[in-house]
């Protein structure tokens, strides 16, 4: 995959998983609830067990299509967890995305 392209933002979507796993995707553009929803039935169809997402405050994580596919993803033995706002010392990945930012 080319990494830069001009004019285009590189996103990337990890979930960390309790094993130091971490699973991820890159794509270039705007990220939006729907490529959230993506990404995370993809993670749940890779583990026969019950995982919990928990979701920051992104706009594209507390939009309408994500909070309306909780009990969609429930069903899958996925929950999703909003973190209060303002807690980034919550979220275990910032520490990462910091790292990989900056360096």
């Known amino acids: 995959m080319k990494l830069a392209i001009r004019g285009q933002r590189l996103n990337v979507l990890a979930a960390l998983m309790s094993s130091g796993y971490l699973e991820d995707c890159m794509f270039h553009g705007s ?3 729907a490529q959230l929803l993506s990404f995370i039935k993809e993670v749940v169809q890779k583990y026969e067990i019950p995982i919990t997402f928990i979701l920051g405050n992104a706009s594209f994580h507390t939009s ?6 909780r009990e969609e993803f429930e069903k899958l033995s996925a929950t999703l967890k909003f973190l209060p706002p303002y807690s980034p010392e919550l979220n275990r990945k910032e520490q990462l995305w ?3 930012k900056h360096h």
């Open 64 to 69: 309408e299509v994500v909070k309306q596919a």
């Open 98 to 100: 910091h790292t990989i």
């Open 31 to 33: 990220m939006t609830g």
